[in-house]
């Protein structure tokens, strides 16, 4: 076939082909020097991934036998020396803590740093008299609540605290709730409120852990905490959005409550009518009491708590009911 610039002398099929063929050439050639070095390495490279893979399995076998026992309780401080410490993938692990003398901190519910020696000089007599309308709603309130409580308990006061305790512990995570949302919604400090309450629900909670080991509830006392705590709970958050001076001066008289009934607790201790028995270890660690401590003891050192819970509460309404915001006043942070 002609051009008009000359004669075709080869076809495109035949160029296509020759290259074709060439590139094949070199390619053979090339891969023929790097297959007699793969030949080489590939025994190598497999016996690096086979030592690889044994290491990963010899770690995670490892680290399955790592769970060991601890002496530390991990729920609540039993000190079981059979119970197993938890390995997590994430290598987070709770630090090993010791007392002054050097022995083992066997509490996982709080720490040494936490625990605190009682004020007993506090005033136990001091009450607020109600004046205002919402005062006097707030102290009946507690009134009408404390004719069914001494009905159903009567002279059972170690079960009685222990009711008194899943109740009293709900206002400060409640109060301490809704300053956290409006501390975030309003872009603004708390005064150290949010902390002060938690503080008081936690300190609430820590009584009826130590209450937990004088006097076990029986089946009807536990459904009666979660028909009253669901209540309480309820009410005290719509009463707390509604009114918070309401609120807190209600938990002020709650806690007037809670010290005449420790005073009849004592009173009982006193008559022999309870048998005083030692301490709980939980609460000889929490109020740092002497070691030969007993019930009463515990049951003074609680009572003088309640009566620091009273005044924060009213305090918290005081500021209230001055018009002004919690915030503008620092919080007593640690006033226990």
Not at 117 to 137: C, G, Q, R, V, Y
Request: glycine fraction near 6%; charged fraction near 25%; include cysteine.
């Amino acid at each position: 076939m002609m051009y008009r610039g000359g004669v075709r002398l080869f076809s495109t099929l035949t160029a296509r082909t020759a290259s074709t063929e060439a590139a094949a050439r070199i390619l053979a050639s090339q891969t023929n020097r790097h297959l007699s070095t793969f030949l080489v390495r590939a025994p190598v490279l497999g016996l690096r991934n086979r030592s690889t893979l044994a290491l990963g399995g010899e770690k995670e076998q490892q680290r399955e036998e790592n769970v060991q026992t601890t002496g530390a309780a991990v729920a609540g401080g039993s000190g079981n020396k059979d119970e197993k410490r938890i390995v997590s993938y994430w290598g987070v692990e709770a630090p090993k803590v010791n007392k002054d003398d050097g022995s083992e901190w066997k509490w996982s519910c709080f720490r040494p740093w936490e625990a605190y020696e009682a004020d007993l000089s506090i005033d136990l007599k001091k009450h607020h008299a109600p004046t205002t309308f919402s005062d006097k709603m707030a102290f009946w309130t507690v009134k009408s609540l404390r004719w069914p409580t001494d009905l159903f308990f009567q002279r059972r006061y170690g079960c009685r605290a222990m009711m008194l305790e899943t109740v009293a512990a709900v206002p400060g995570m409640v109060g301490g709730m809704l300053l956290h949302c409006k501390s975030l919604r309003r872009f603004e400090h708390s005064g150290g409120w949010i902390k002060a309450l938690l503080e008081e629900a936690e300190n609430e909670r820590m009584h009826l852990m130590t209450f937990m080991e004088v006097a076990k509830p029986k089946w009807y006392e536990r459904a009666l905490v979660f028909a009253v705590q669901g209540v309480f709970f309820n009410a005290y958050f719509l009463g707390y959005l509604i009114s918070p001076k309401f609120a807190h001066r209600m938990v002020g008289y709650l806690e007037e409550e809670a010290i005449h009934s420790y005073t009849e607790f004592l009173k009982e201790l006193d008559k022999g009518n309870i048998e005083n028995v030692p301490a709980p270890a939980i609460a000889t660690d929490y109020w740092r009491l002497p070691p030969n401590s007993t019930l009463k003891d515990v049951v003074l050192v609680v009572r003088a708590d309640e009566a620091h819970h009273r005044d924060v509460n009213h305090y918290a309404s005081d500021i209230h009911y001055q018009g002004r915001q919690l915030r503008e006043s620092p919080a007593p942070l640690g006033y226990h």
